[in-house]
């Protein structure tokens, strides 16, 4: 059954602590991503990772920090620096590019921060 | 710099009813159009993809059209049912800067 997990569902977190947020993908896909949706907003690229140990920031990367060590895991952090954490938080991933092919998303993660 | 608009911002229908989503953008050089599905709280569903060089996709009950040229793509759904009530967002691929720019969203409510 392939596609993209994105774990937990909920978390919440106190200001000032850091908190990993997961992502895998059994879909053989090369690139990845990491989008923040807000009420009423777009979806904004956060990082973004077309291949293992490379990945590129997106739009609105402050505050947030990424690995790749593997292909299937794109693991996204969300620093103390980061002044407005809370929001939905969505994973993706693409065989390539971010525009040639067609992007398949996870579930997301609420993170509420307080 | 690309804007990608969907207006309205939310739209409730009777049950039955065909119906029209709009989606617009500002830069007409695009590589692709795609439309998503999103569910309350959950991630989004890829319905339709347009390429720059086509003018239509159709699945089911959906179809998609793009006029690169007037910056306009519209969503297409025949004979709504209340399972169709989702928030549907629009995003256009950009080849320049392989760039994929969202719009807001369009919720839609079908009444039964």
């Known amino acids: 059954d392939g596609g993209i997990t994105q774990s937990p569902k909920y978390l919440f977190r106190k200001e000032g602590q850091n908190v990993t947020l997961s992502c895998e993908q059994n879909?053989?896909?090369?690139?990845m991503y990491w989008y923040r949706q807000d009420p009423g907003q777009g979806l904004r690229l956060i990082y973004y990772s077309q291949i293992v140990n490379d990945f590129q920031k997106g739009d609105i990367a402050e505050g947030y920090s990424v690995s790749r060590e593997k292909k299937e895991s794109f693991p996204l952090t969300v620093t103390s620096a980061q002044k407005n954490p809370t929001a939905f938080y969505l994973c993706a991933s693409s065989f390539a590019g971010q525009v040639s092919y067609e992007q398949y998303f996870g579930p997301g993660t609420r993170l509420t921060v307080t | 710099k690309q804007e990608v608009t969907q207006i309205p911002a939310a739209l409730s229908v009777p049950e039955g009813e065909n119906l029209v989503l709009n989606c617009s953008f500002t830069d007409s050089a695009i590589y692709n159009l795609q439309w998503f599905r999103q569910d309350p709280g959950k991630g989004l569903t890829s319905l339709l993809l347009i390429q720059s060089s086509q003018r239509e996709q159709t699945s089911g009950r959906l179809n998609a059209s793009l006029d690169k040229s007037s910056g306009r793509s519209t969503l297409y759904i025949a004979a709504s049912q209340p399972g169709d009530s989702a928030t549907y967002l629009c995003?256009?691929?950009?080849?320049?800067?392989?760039?994929?720019?969202f719009g807001k969203g369009t919720r839609l409510h079908i009444l039964p």
């Open positions: 995003a256009v691929g950009m080849n320049r800067d392989d760039k994929i720019i």
């Open positions: 879909l053989n896909h090369d690139a």
